[in-house]
């Protein structure tokens, strides 16, 4: 049977691109990356043409992500240096809140990461059990465990900031 991709395109990409912010953290470069995913599935045929897009989309974050946070840094200091003293403020805020939520998932383990993005972006345990190798039984304990230890790392990132700021 042959894949409708125009279908797919409207039912994943917006999920796909929430998915792909979380993990380069720049709109522009997810919505880049979403797009070249496309391009590269339009050469397939596969089964499961939703997981298969995740699949192409997880492998170009991992390819991307270094220089994504590099821009994404760079970008900030841009708005911030350009902004009013009231904007600035609220420009370096948010990229701090960014910063930290970044590397509270960098502290999870990459199952647990992939597990809690994947559910985000709209996967249901069943194709998250797909996706990850998973048991679909274990799927509701990884999210939980994986919520736990990001809130807990939030939380610890934003101690360690507080006391580097004094």
């Known amino acids: 049977m042959r894949v409708d991709w125009a279908v797919v395109y409207r039912e994943t990409y917006a999920d796909l691109v929430r998915f792909l912010h979380r993990k380069v953290w720049d709109a522009d470069q997810a919505h880049d990356l979403a797009q070249e995913t496309f391009v590269r599935a339009l050469e397939h045929e596969p089964d499961n043409p939703r997981a298969f897009v995740f699949t192409i989309a997880a492998n170009l974050a991992r390819d991307e992500a270094r220089a994504a946070v590099r821009r994404t840094k760079h970008l900030t200091l841009i708005k911030a240096e350009g902004a009013g ?18 590397r509270a998932l960098a502290e999870l383990s990459e199952r647990d990461r992939e597990a ?6 709209g996967f249901n345990y069943a ?16 999210l939980a465990r994986a919520r736990k230890k990001l809130v807990e790392a939030f939380e610890g990132q934003q101690g360690q900031q507080r006391q580097e700021a004094q």
């Not at 194709?127 to 509701?140: F, P, S």
């Open 85 to 102: 003293a009231a904007g600035a403020a609220d420009v370096v805020e948010a990229g701090e809140r960014v910063t930290l939520v970044r």
């Open 127 to 142: 194709e998250i059990a797909r996706q990850t190798g998973l048991a679909q039984g274990a799927i509701g304990t990884t």
């Open 116 to 121: 809690l993005l994947l559910w985000d972006a």
